[in-house]
Protein backbone atom coordinates (compact mmCIF):
# COMPACT_ATOMS: atom_id res chain seq x y z
CA UNK A 1 0.00 0.00 0.00
CA UNK A 2 1.46 3.57 -1.15
CA UNK A 3 0.79 6.06 1.68
CA UNK A 4 -1.42 9.49 1.28
CA UNK A 5 1.87 11.60 1.28
CA UNK A 6 3.29 9.48 -1.71
CA UNK A 7 0.76 8.93 -3.42
CA UNK A 8 -1.27 12.03 -3.84
CA UNK A 9 -4.82 11.76 -4.63
CA UNK A 10 -7.35 14.78 -5.28
CA UNK A 11 -10.69 14.58 -3.56
CA UNK A 12 -12.22 13.71 -6.79
CA UNK A 13 -10.07 10.70 -7.26
CA UNK A 14 -7.58 12.45 -9.75
CA UNK A 15 -3.59 12.26 -9.25
CA UNK A 16 -2.22 15.42 -7.98
CA UNK A 17 -0.72 17.66 -10.51
CA UNK A 18 -1.90 16.33 -13.70
CA UNK A 19 -5.63 16.43 -12.32
CA UNK A 20 -6.53 13.25 -14.38
CA UNK A 21 -8.51 10.16 -13.34
CA UNK A 22 -6.79 6.63 -15.47
CA UNK A 23 -9.38 6.30 -18.41
CA UNK A 24 -9.01 10.03 -19.05
CA UNK A 25 -5.59 9.31 -20.49
CA UNK A 26 -4.64 7.43 -23.90
CA UNK A 27 -1.45 5.03 -24.20
CA UNK A 28 -0.24 7.04 -27.45
CA UNK A 29 0.87 10.46 -25.44
CA UNK A 30 2.26 13.34 -27.10
CA UNK A 31 4.52 15.69 -24.68
CA UNK A 32 5.00 19.51 -25.40
CA UNK A 33 6.47 21.88 -23.41
CA UNK A 34 4.71 25.20 -24.03
CA UNK A 35 0.75 24.65 -22.78
CA UNK A 36 -0.43 26.46 -25.62
CA UNK A 37 0.69 24.03 -28.36
CA UNK A 38 -1.60 21.75 -26.72
CA UNK A 39 -4.56 23.06 -29.36
CA UNK A 40 -1.93 22.98 -32.06
CA UNK A 41 -2.04 19.24 -31.90
CA UNK A 42 -6.02 18.59 -30.79
CA UNK A 43 -7.25 21.00 -33.92
CA UNK A 44 -5.91 17.87 -35.46
CA UNK A 45 -8.16 15.53 -33.68
CA UNK A 46 -11.60 13.99 -35.65
CA UNK A 47 -12.45 14.01 -31.99
CA UNK A 48 -11.91 15.44 -28.46
CA UNK A 49 -13.10 12.71 -25.52
CA UNK A 50 -11.81 14.77 -22.28
CA UNK A 51 -9.78 18.34 -21.80
CA UNK A 52 -8.36 19.38 -18.41
CA UNK A 53 -5.64 21.98 -16.69
CA UNK A 54 -3.82 22.23 -13.45
CA UNK A 55 -1.11 24.80 -13.52
CA UNK A 56 1.16 23.90 -16.77
CA UNK A 57 -0.13 20.96 -17.04
CA UNK A 58 -2.75 21.20 -20.15
CA UNK A 59 -4.46 17.92 -21.26
CA UNK A 60 -6.53 16.75 -24.20
CA UNK A 61 -7.54 13.41 -25.04
CA UNK A 62 -9.22 12.94 -28.45
CA UNK A 63 -8.86 10.76 -31.73
CA UNK A 64 -6.69 10.70 -34.66
CA UNK A 65 -6.88 8.66 -37.47
CA UNK A 66 -8.79 5.88 -35.80
CA UNK A 67 -6.08 6.33 -32.84
CA UNK A 68 -6.70 7.87 -29.28
CA UNK A 69 -3.76 9.98 -28.57
CA UNK A 70 -3.45 12.58 -25.41
CA UNK A 71 -1.49 15.43 -25.70
CA UNK A 72 0.09 16.74 -22.29
CA UNK A 73 2.19 20.20 -22.07
CA UNK A 74 4.67 19.74 -19.18
CA UNK A 75 5.99 22.90 -19.24
CA UNK A 76 9.81 23.75 -18.87
CA UNK A 77 12.73 21.84 -17.76
CA UNK A 78 13.73 17.99 -16.39
CA UNK A 79 11.92 18.93 -12.63
CA UNK A 80 8.57 18.80 -14.44
CA UNK A 81 9.15 15.70 -16.51
CA UNK A 82 9.78 13.97 -13.16
CA UNK A 83 6.24 14.65 -12.42
CA UNK A 84 4.44 14.10 -15.10
CA UNK A 85 6.22 10.96 -15.99
CA UNK A 86 5.53 9.58 -12.34
CA UNK A 87 1.95 10.57 -12.89
CA UNK A 88 1.28 8.92 -16.43
CA UNK A 89 2.53 5.84 -15.03
CA UNK A 90 0.48 5.84 -11.71
CA UNK A 91 -2.31 6.28 -13.61
CA UNK A 92 -1.74 3.07 -15.96
CA UNK A 93 0.59 1.04 -13.46
CA UNK A 94 -0.99 1.85 -9.92
CA UNK A 95 -4.38 0.34 -8.81
CA UNK A 96 -5.77 4.19 -6.94
CA UNK A 97 -8.47 1.75 -5.02
CA UNK A 98 -5.55 -0.76 -3.25
CA UNK A 99 -3.10 1.96 -3.64
CA UNK A 100 -0.10 -0.57 -5.03
CA UNK A 101 1.76 -1.38 -8.36
CA UNK A 102 -0.97 -3.62 -11.07
CA UNK A 103 0.41 -7.30 -11.82
CA UNK A 104 -0.09 -6.41 -15.87
CA UNK A 105 1.90 -3.31 -16.16
CA UNK A 106 1.23 -1.22 -19.49
CA UNK A 107 4.05 0.51 -21.37
CA UNK A 108 3.28 3.59 -22.93
CA UNK A 109 4.27 5.03 -25.95
CA UNK A 110 5.46 8.99 -25.55
CA UNK A 111 6.34 11.09 -28.35
CA UNK A 112 8.09 14.57 -27.12
CA UNK A 113 7.46 17.36 -29.96
CA UNK A 114 9.91 20.13 -28.44
CA UNK A 115 11.71 23.23 -29.62
CA UNK A 116 15.42 23.18 -29.54
CA UNK A 117 18.62 24.69 -30.74
CA UNK A 118 21.51 23.39 -32.77
CA UNK A 119 24.75 23.23 -31.77
CA UNK A 120 25.87 22.00 -35.09
CA UNK A 121 26.13 24.51 -38.23
CA UNK A 122 25.02 21.79 -40.20
CA UNK A 123 21.87 21.22 -38.63
CA UNK A 124 20.13 24.63 -39.77
CA UNK A 125 17.04 26.51 -38.15
CA UNK A 126 13.21 24.90 -39.02
CA UNK A 127 14.74 21.50 -39.35
CA UNK A 128 14.24 18.83 -37.38
CA UNK A 129 16.12 16.49 -34.72
CA UNK A 130 15.31 12.98 -33.46
CA UNK A 131 17.05 12.57 -30.60
CA UNK A 132 18.78 8.42 -30.78
CA UNK A 133 19.97 8.93 -27.06
CA UNK A 134 19.62 11.72 -24.51
CA UNK A 135 22.77 13.55 -22.75
CA UNK A 136 21.70 14.49 -19.06
CA UNK A 137 23.02 17.71 -17.62
CA UNK A 138 20.04 18.23 -15.21
CA UNK A 139 21.33 15.33 -12.45
CA UNK A 140 17.96 14.23 -12.32
CA UNK A 141 18.30 10.92 -12.88
CA UNK A 142 20.59 10.09 -10.08
CA UNK A 143 17.66 10.44 -7.66
CA UNK A 144 16.95 7.14 -9.08
CA UNK A 145 18.40 3.50 -8.84
CA UNK A 146 19.47 4.09 -12.70
CA UNK A 147 23.11 3.19 -13.21
CA UNK A 148 22.13 -0.13 -15.39
CA UNK A 149 20.24 1.93 -18.39
CA UNK A 150 23.23 4.22 -18.05
CA UNK A 151 25.23 4.31 -21.47
CA UNK A 152 28.59 3.72 -19.43
CA UNK A 153 31.14 3.92 -22.28
CA UNK A 154 29.81 6.41 -24.30
CA UNK A 155 29.40 8.95 -20.86
CA UNK A 156 32.89 8.29 -20.08
CA UNK A 157 34.29 9.22 -23.44
CA UNK A 158 32.17 12.16 -22.91
CA UNK A 159 33.24 13.19 -19.74
CA UNK A 160 36.81 13.23 -20.53
CA UNK A 161 36.23 14.56 -24.40
CA UNK A 162 34.79 17.79 -22.42
CA UNK A 163 36.82 17.69 -19.60
CA UNK A 164 33.90 17.85 -17.70
CA UNK A 165 33.11 19.79 -14.58
CA UNK A 166 33.71 17.10 -11.67
CA UNK A 167 31.34 20.25 -9.32
CA UNK A 168 28.76 20.07 -11.73
CA UNK A 169 25.80 17.09 -11.95
CA UNK A 170 27.23 14.43 -13.69
CA UNK A 171 26.39 13.66 -16.79
CA UNK A 172 24.34 10.38 -17.98
CA UNK A 173 23.76 9.11 -20.89
CA UNK A 174 20.40 6.76 -22.26
CA UNK A 175 18.60 5.44 -25.15
CA UNK A 176 15.42 6.54 -27.21
CA UNK A 177 12.85 3.90 -28.07
CA UNK A 178 13.76 1.70 -30.94
CA UNK A 179 10.40 0.78 -32.10
CA UNK A 180 9.55 4.08 -31.80
CA UNK A 181 12.96 5.53 -33.91
CA UNK A 182 11.75 3.32 -36.35
CA UNK A 183 8.17 4.94 -36.55
CA UNK A 184 9.41 8.58 -36.69
CA UNK A 185 12.16 8.87 -38.44
CA UNK A 186 12.45 9.62 -42.28
CA UNK A 187 15.34 11.36 -44.68
CA UNK A 188 13.95 15.28 -43.16
CA UNK A 189 14.90 14.14 -39.85
CA UNK A 190 18.39 14.43 -38.32
CA UNK A 191 19.51 12.14 -35.73
CA UNK A 192 22.12 12.36 -32.99
CA UNK A 193 22.46 12.66 -29.25
CA UNK A 194 20.00 15.61 -27.89
CA UNK A 195 21.70 17.24 -24.77
CA UNK A 196 19.52 18.18 -21.91
CA UNK A 197 20.45 21.18 -19.79
CA UNK A 198 18.99 22.30 -16.35
CA UNK A 199 18.66 25.94 -17.78
CA UNK A 200 18.08 27.91 -20.58
CA UNK A 201 20.95 30.58 -20.60
CA UNK A 202 24.24 29.67 -18.60
CA UNK A 203 23.60 25.88 -18.60
CA UNK A 204 23.19 26.43 -22.68
CA UNK A 205 26.29 28.26 -23.21
CA UNK A 206 24.16 31.75 -23.30
CA UNK A 207 25.90 34.92 -21.82
CA UNK A 208 23.49 37.86 -21.80
CA UNK A 209 25.34 39.94 -18.77
CA UNK A 210 26.89 36.99 -16.93
CA UNK A 211 29.75 34.64 -18.10
CA UNK A 212 29.71 31.00 -17.94
CA UNK A 213 32.59 28.42 -16.26
CA UNK A 214 33.33 26.87 -19.64
CA UNK A 215 33.07 29.39 -22.34
CA UNK A 216 34.01 26.55 -24.82
CA UNK A 217 31.58 23.80 -23.44
CA UNK A 218 29.14 23.96 -26.69
CA UNK A 219 32.19 24.09 -29.15
CA UNK A 220 33.30 20.66 -27.27
CA UNK A 221 30.06 19.35 -27.46
CA UNK A 222 29.74 19.93 -31.21
CA UNK A 223 33.30 18.57 -31.52
CA UNK A 224 32.49 15.52 -29.62
CA UNK A 225 32.17 11.96 -31.73
CA UNK A 226 31.63 8.60 -30.65
CA UNK A 227 31.76 5.82 -33.43
CA UNK A 228 30.22 7.98 -35.88
CA UNK A 229 27.92 9.53 -33.84
CA UNK A 230 27.40 13.12 -32.46
CA UNK A 231 25.62 15.21 -30.39
CA UNK A 232 23.09 17.36 -32.42
CA UNK A 233 21.19 20.19 -30.18
CA UNK A 234 20.92 20.98 -27.03
CA UNK A 235 16.94 21.41 -24.93
CA UNK A 236 15.75 20.66 -21.63
CA UNK A 237 13.52 17.75 -21.18
CA UNK A 238 14.49 14.04 -23.66
CA UNK A 239 17.40 13.53 -21.13
CA UNK A 240 14.51 13.26 -18.17
CA UNK A 241 12.18 11.85 -20.30
CA UNK A 242 14.19 8.98 -21.62
CA UNK A 243 15.80 8.26 -18.25
CA UNK A 244 12.64 7.97 -16.39
CA UNK A 245 11.06 6.15 -19.46
CA UNK A 246 13.16 3.34 -19.38
CA UNK A 247 13.05 2.33 -15.78
CA UNK A 248 9.74 2.47 -15.79
CA UNK A 249 8.97 0.29 -19.02
CA UNK A 250 7.57 2.94 -21.28
CA UNK A 251 8.53 3.65 -25.17
CA UNK A 252 9.72 7.27 -25.41
CA UNK A 253 11.16 9.25 -28.46
CA UNK A 254 12.35 13.13 -28.79
CA UNK A 255 11.30 14.99 -32.11
CA UNK A 256 12.58 18.79 -31.95
CA UNK A 257 12.15 21.77 -33.76
CA UNK A 258 15.46 23.61 -34.42
CA UNK A 259 14.35 27.17 -34.11
CA UNK A 260 17.70 28.50 -33.07
CA UNK A 261 21.16 27.44 -34.30
CA UNK A 262 24.13 28.20 -31.59
CA UNK A 263 27.39 27.98 -33.94
CA UNK A 264 26.09 30.11 -36.62
CA UNK A 265 23.85 32.47 -34.10
CA UNK A 266 20.86 32.11 -35.92
CA UNK A 267 17.37 32.21 -34.98
CA UNK A 268 14.21 31.36 -36.96
CA UNK A 269 12.01 33.80 -38.44
CA UNK A 270 9.01 31.19 -38.68
CA UNK A 271 9.24 29.03 -35.80
CA UNK A 272 5.53 28.70 -35.31
CA UNK A 273 5.30 26.97 -38.78
CA UNK A 274 8.12 24.43 -38.36
CA UNK A 275 6.47 23.30 -34.99
CA UNK A 276 3.11 23.01 -36.76
CA UNK A 277 4.97 20.64 -39.54
CA UNK A 278 6.50 18.94 -36.96
CA UNK A 279 3.54 18.35 -35.28
CA UNK A 280 1.73 17.09 -38.69
CA UNK A 281 4.68 14.91 -39.50
CA UNK A 282 4.59 13.46 -35.84
CA UNK A 283 0.69 12.74 -36.06
CA UNK A 284 1.10 11.18 -39.50
CA UNK A 285 3.59 8.54 -38.76
CA UNK A 286 2.66 7.94 -35.56
CA UNK A 287 -0.40 6.21 -36.56
CA UNK A 288 0.16 4.55 -39.67
O1 LIG B 1 9.36 24.26 -26.57
P1 LIG B 1 9.55 23.26 -25.46
O2 LIG B 1 8.92 21.96 -25.74
O3 LIG B 1 9.13 23.84 -24.12
O4 LIG B 1 11.14 22.98 -25.38
C1 LIG B 1 12.16 23.93 -25.22
O5 LIG B 1 11.72 25.25 -24.95
C2 LIG B 1 11.86 25.57 -23.55
C3 LIG B 1 12.82 26.73 -23.39
O6 LIG B 1 12.42 27.82 -24.13
C4 LIG B 1 12.38 24.30 -22.89
O7 LIG B 1 11.31 23.55 -22.38
C5 LIG B 1 13.06 23.59 -24.04
O8 LIG B 1 13.24 22.22 -23.90
O1 LIG C 1 18.23 27.15 -27.84
C1 LIG C 1 17.18 26.66 -27.42
C2 LIG C 1 15.97 26.81 -28.12
C3 LIG C 1 14.82 26.25 -27.58
N1 LIG C 1 14.90 25.60 -26.41
C4 LIG C 1 16.06 25.47 -25.72
O2 LIG C 1 16.09 24.87 -24.63
N2 LIG C 1 17.18 25.99 -26.27
Redo the contacts with the bound molecule.
Keep these: MIEPSELILNPDGSIYHLNLLPHQIAHKIIF???QDRVPLVSKHFSDIDFETQKREFRTCTGWFNGERITVISTG??PDNIDIVLNELDALVNIDFKSRSSKKELTSLQIVRI???GSIQEKIPVDSFVMGTFGLGFDGLLHAYKAEHIFQKELTQAFIKHTNYDQKKAEPYITAGSKLLMTKLSSEIVFQGITATANG?YGPQGRMLRLATKDKSLNDKLADFSYHGLKICNL???TSAIYGLSNLMGHEAISLNAIIANRANKTFSDQPRKTIEKLIKYTLDKLTI
Design positions: VGDIGGTSFEME
